[in-house]
C-alpha cells in the first residue's frame, strides 16, 4: 500500500512572515516575558495516512484520542535554547500536560528524520512499543491517549513566531492539529464518550497560559471538503456526532473567555492572559478568497493579506502603535452610548439594542481589535445586553455554519431572543434547528444560540477595494469590512454573559451604498447621534464630547 506524505510547507514569496511574527509578538501580545506560557495553536498541519490509520484504529478500539500534531522544525527551534532550565521546563510542561491520560505516545511521521537531538528529547523508540502494544489491545473503560505526531511539514509564520518566544525565554507549546481530524472521529468513534472527551491538557492551558497565539491556515472550504457523511453513517447521524464533538471542544476552551484580558496597554492582570489570531497564507485561503488555487495564486494572497495587514508600510510595528490610539478612540466614543440603532432605508434592518445594562453607570466595554488582540485591524466590538435585542437584521453577506453555506438571513429578535427566522439561499431547516430547536432537525439546537454574544463594526475597507467588492466567506477578513453580530457565546472581557457552545459571526454590508445607517442614545441627549453612514464614522460621533485630534491620523487609511 502506498502511504502518502505530509503535504511541503506552503510559503508565499510575497508575505513578510517575519515582519508579521514581529507584530504579533511585540505588540498584539505586548512582548514576551521569561518563562511565560506561549501555546501556539495552529488548525492544519499537514499528517500522512500512515497516521490517520493509526488514529482511525485507536478509535475502533475504543480509546479516546488526542492526536497533537507537532512541526519537526518547530521542535528543533525549541531545542536551540541549550540551558538546562529552559529544556527542564519544556519537558515538565509536556510531562504535565500529559499527566491526567491513560497514555502518552510520542512517534515521527512518514518522511521526520531520526535526528539525535529529537531522540534525546523524546523516546521514540520506547513510544513505539507502547503504540504497538495499543493498537494489539481493545480499551478499557475510559482510558484515553495523548499522541504525539511529529510531522515534515510546518508553517514558516509558526516557525518565526516560536523563534521569538524562545529568544525571549518564553515557553512555547504547539497545539497542532489536522483539518480530517473531526471529521475521523466522528465516523469511526464506537461511543459518544470518546465524541464527548474534553481533553484535559486543553483545558489546562486555557487556565494557566500568559500568552496565546491562534494561527489559521485552514478555510470553510477545507472542511466543507472533508466533512462529507459517508452513507454508513448518514447525514442525520453525522451531525448529532459532530455536535457532541463540538460541545467538548467548547468545554476544553471554557476558561479562554473568562481568562482573556481586556485588550488595553498595560502590564498582564494576574490571572489572565493576551491573545492574538492571525492567518497564515496557504493554498486553500487563496481559494476561498477567490484567487487561483496553486502557487500563483498562494502569492497573490500573500500580497493581499500584506496589504490588508498593513505590512507594507516602511515600520509596521510603529504604524499599528499609531493606528491603535486612534481605534481606541472609536471605542470611548461608542461606550458613551447607552441604546444604538441599526437601519436600512428599505426598513430590511431595523434593530435596537443596549450596551448599558439597567442601573449600570456606565456601558459595557467596547474592545478594539488591534490592541492585544487581533492582528488583523480593524474592528470594534461589543457585547450586546442580553435581553435588549429587539427587531429585526436582515444580513445580506454569506456565511457559512456547520461546512453549509447560507446567504440572506433574516432574524427577527424579541427580549433578546431569536423568534424567527427567514432564509433566501440555503439550507433552513438547519438553521432552524441549530438556532430555534424548531422543525425537523431540532435535535441540532445549541443552548443559547438564539441570542447575541457580538455587535461590531468593521471599517477595514482595503478589503473590499482590493476584492473589487467580492464577498469573503472567510470570517476573520469579513468581520473587519463590515458591520456583524455574532450568534452565542458572548465576550466576558466586555461584559457578555451569554453562555454557549458556539460562537459564529454573521455580516451585513455597510458601505455607501448598502443604506445602513447606524445611530445611537447618550446620557446627554434625548436626540439620536449618526455613528456610522455611508461606510464613514461621522463627525458628530468623532467629536462627542472628546478633544482627541483625530484628524492627526489622516495618514491612516482604511480604504
Not at 307 to 332: E, G, S
Amino acid at each position: 500500500m502506498k502511504i502518502s506524505l505530509p503535504p511541503v510547507k506552503q510559503v508565499a514569496k510575497t508575505f513578510p512572515y517575519e515582519s508579521y511574527a514581529e507584530l504579533m509578538t511585540q505588540v498584539s501580545v505586548g512582548g514576551i516575558n521569561p518563562g511565560e506560557l506561549c501555546p501556539v495553536k495552529f488548525y492544519n498541519f499537514g499528517i500522512s495516512q500512515n497516521i490517520l490509520d493509526i488514529f482511525d484504529t485507536l478509535l475502533k478500539k475504543g480509546y479516546k484520542v488526542n492526536l497533537i500534531v507537532k512541526p519537526e522544525e518547530v521542535e528543533k527551534i525549541v531545542q536551540t535554547n541549550r540551558t538546562r532550565k529552559y529544556k527542564n521546563n519544556y519537558k515538565s510542561l509536556n510531562g504535565l500536560l500529559g499527566k491526567e491520560y491513560s497514555h502518552v505516545v510520542w512517534m515521527r511521521d512518514i518522511g521526520v528524520s531520526k535526528s539525535p537531538s529529537l531522540n534525546k528529547w523524546f523516546d521514540f523508540a520506547g513510544n513505539s512499543k507502547k503504540l504497538e502494544s495499543l493498537l494489539r489491545r481493545n480499551a478499557k473503560a475510559g482510558e484515553s491517549i495523548q499522541l504525539h505526531v511529529v510531522t515534515s511539514d510546518s508553517d514558516r509564520l509558526v516557525e518565526e513566531i516560536v523563534k521569538r518566544i524562545v529568544k525571549n525565554q518564553g515557553i512555547p507549546y504547539i497545539m497542532g492539529s489536522n483539518a480530517q481530524l473531526r471529521h475521523h472521529a466522528c465516523i469511526n468513534a464506537v461511543n459518544d464518550e470518546q465524541l464527548s472527551f474534553v481533553n484535559p491538557d486543553t483545558l489546562m492551558l486555557f487556565q494557566t497560559m500568559q500568552k496565546f497565539f491562534s494561527i489559521h491556515n485552514d478555510s470553510d472550504e477545507t472542511f466543507a471538503r472533508i466533512e462529507i457523511p459517508p452513507v454508513s453513517v448518514g447525514d442525520a447521524e453525522y451531525e448529532r456526532r459532530k455536535t457532541l464533538f463540538i460541545k467538548a471542544a467548547s468545554k476544553a476552551n471554557s476558561p479562554f473567555m473568562e481568562r482573556m484580558s481586556r485588550v488595553e496597554w498595560g502590564a498582564l492582570p494576574p490571572g489572565k492572559f493576551f491573545r492574538t489570531l492571525a492567518l497564515s497564507p496557504s493554498v486553500d485561503l487563496a481559494s476561498e478568497m477567490g484567487f487561483t488555487a496553486d502557487e500563483t495564486g498562494l502569492d497573490d494572497f500573500g500580497e493581499f493579506y500584506k496589504k490588508i495587514t498593513h505590512l507594507d508600510k516602511a515600520d509596521p510595528v510603529d504604524f499599528y502603535k499609531r493606528m491603535m490610539l486612534l481605534v481606541d478612540h472609536y471605542t470611548q466614543q461608542l461606550r458613551k452610548f447607552h441604546t444604538i440603532k441599526l437601519e436600512r432605508e428599505d426598513k430590511k434592518t431595523n434593530v435596537t439594542l443596549s450596551i448599558r445594562e439597567s442601573g449600570a453607570k456606565e456601558s459595557r466595554y467596547v474592545c478594539p481589535s488591534t490592541i492585544t488582540g487581533n492582528a488583523l485591524p480593524a474592528e470594534i466590538f461589543t457585547s450586546p445586553v442580553e435581553d435588549s435585542v429587539e427587531g429585526k437584521i436582515y444580513f445580506d453577506l454569506p456565511f457559512v455554519l456547520d461546512n453549509k453555506e447560507f446567504n440572506g438571513l433574516t432574524l427577527a429578535f424579541k427580549g433578546g431572543q431569536v423568534v424567527d427566522l427567514d432564509l433566501e439561499h440555503g439550507d433552513k431547516e438547519h438553521l432552524q434547528g441549530r438556532i430555534l430547536g424548531k422543525g425537523p432537525k431540532s435535535d441540532l439546537k445549541i443552548e443559547n444560540f438564539d441570542r447575541l454574544g457580538e455587535f461590531a463594526i468593521g471599517f477595514n475597507r482595503m478589503i473590499t477595494n482590493l476584492l473589487n467588492g467580492r464577498a469573503v466567506h472567510n470570517t476573520l477578513i469579513a468581520e473587519k469590512q463590515d458591520v456583524h453580530f455574532a450568534l452565542g457565546d458572548g465576550y466576558t472581557i466586555t461584559g457578555g454573559k451569554n453562555k454557549c457552545d458556539l460562537h459564529v459571526d454573521i455580516s451585513l454590508k455597510s458601505s455607501s451604498d448598502s443604506g445602513l445607517t447606524i445611530s445611537g442614545l447618550h446620557d446627554n441627549s434625548s436626540d439620536p447621534v449618526v455613528i456610522r453612514r455611508d461606510g464613514e464614522f461621522t463627525e458628530d460621533f468623532l467629536n462627542l464630547g472628546s478633544t482627541f485630534d483625530w484628524k492627526q491620523y489622516s495618514d491612516i487609511k482604511w480604504d
